[in-house]
């Protein structure tokens, strides 16, 4: 993405040289968030459903006591549920009813409640193998770190978020080309 932004940032720079005012600047930000708002906005997404992951993991293991893997687990399943509002709702609003678009034919359409199960499924099975990623890199460096860290905290942090980062691709690969594909 930054080999394009520096292309787009070339290209509006020989599209306007003498671009140093405040409204170039205006300009070339209108210009970036056209082309990567839906990214921008997953990012957003991303970081608030950080948060109320974390938290809620925070909560069901320290306060309910809850074990690791099910006081993570249990948060997990709950963000996704989150995640996908969300990204259905705002990141990729224009997206939402691709799956009705296209066909001359009314009969071929599909109901809105139609289309979010659809979409929804594809979420979970997208969902799967990020859980998959995210929980299992989450298990590995807590393992690793407990021998290495004496501060529990510490390593379930690093661990939670090593294990979102991995999540957040597998996450965006499926949501952008496949969930909510153009």
Request: hydrophobic share 50%; charged share 15%; net charge positive.
């Amino acid at each position: 993405m930054s080999s394009q932004l520096s292309l787009l940032v070339s290209s509006f720079k020989a599209k306007y040289p003498n671009a140093t005012s405040d409204k170039s600047l205006k300009q070339l930000s209108q210009v970036i968030w056209r082309k990567y708002h839906e990214n921008i906005r997953f990012l957003l997404v991303g970081a608030g459903v950080f948060v109320v992951d974390f938290n809620l993991f925070l909560l069901l293991s320290s306060v309910f006591e809850l074990a690791l893997m099910p006081a993570r687990v249990t948060a997990f399943i709950i963000s996704v549920g989150l995640s996908w509002g969300i990204n259905r709702s705002w990141t990729f609003k224009g997206r939402s009813n691709v799956l009705s678009k296209g066909h001359g034919n009314a009969s071929f359409e599909l109901g809105n409640y139609q289309q979010k199960l659809i979409q929804l499924g594809k979420h979970l099975c997208v969902a799967s193998f990020a859980a998959l990623a995210n929980l299992s890199l989450f298990y590995w460096v807590n393992i690793v770190l407990a021998q290495f860290v004496d501060d529990v905290s510490i390593s379930r942090f690093i661990g939670f978020a090593i294990g979102v980062l991995a999540g957040l691709v597998v996450n965006w690969l499926g949501a952008n080309y496949w969930t909510f594909s153009k």
